[in-house]
C-alpha cells in the first residue's frame, strides 16, 4: 500500500490494490465555472474540479487506471512532477507545451513596463512641438 509523503499534495488517489482508489470526494469543495486551468495540457490532464486552495487533475496517459492529482492554483509543478516520475517518456512534449505558454503569455497580456502614463511634464513638451 503506497501512501502520499507528509506534506505532499500531488496524488489525490492513492493505489490500495491493483484496482482500488481510496476516494476523497466527500472531501471536495465548491466547484466552481473553471473549464480547464492550464488549457496547453489538455493533452495529458483534464480538469475535475476544486479542494480547498488546489484544482483537482485527472491524468490521462493514466487511463485505463484513474489517478487523481491536486495542483496549487497558481502552479502546475505537481503535474510536471507526476509526468516526471510517471510518464518520463512525455517528459520532452510537456516541457514543449509549457515553453510554448511561456512565451505567448508576454504577448497577450501587456506589462506594466510597457504600458506608460502621459505625465504633465511629457503633455507640455508634446503641445510646445505642435506649435
Not at 491493483?18 to 465555472?33: R, V
Request: hydrophobic fraction near 35%; charge should be positive.
Amino acid at each position: 500500500m503506497e501512501a502520499p509523503a507528509a506534506g505532499s499534495a500531488a496524488n489525490v488517489t492513492t493505489p490500495v490494490a491493483d484496482d482500488e482508489h481510496l476516494d476523497y470526494s466527500g472531501e471536495l469543495g465548491e466547484l466552481d465555472n473553471v473549464t480547464h486551468p492550464w488549457p496547453y495540457l489538455q493533452d495529458f490532464f483534464s480538469y475535475i474540479g476544486v479542494k480547498n486552495s488546489s484544482y483537482r487533475i485527472k491524468c490521462l496517459l493514466c487511463l485505463p487506471r484513474v489517478t487523481e492529482i491536486l495542483a496549487f492554483k497558481n502552479s502546475p509543478s505537481n503535474l510536471k512532477k507526476h509526468i516526471e516520475r510517471k510518464h518520463v517518456g512525455h517528459l520532452k512534449k510537456y516541457e514543449e507545451l509549457t515553453s510554448r505558454k511561456r512565451k505567448r503569455a508576454p504577448e497577450t497580456l501587456p506589462t506594466t513596463s510597457t504600458i506608460r502614463q502621459t505625465t504633465l511634464v511629457n503633455t507640455r513638451i508634446a503641445l510646445s512641438m505642435d506649435l
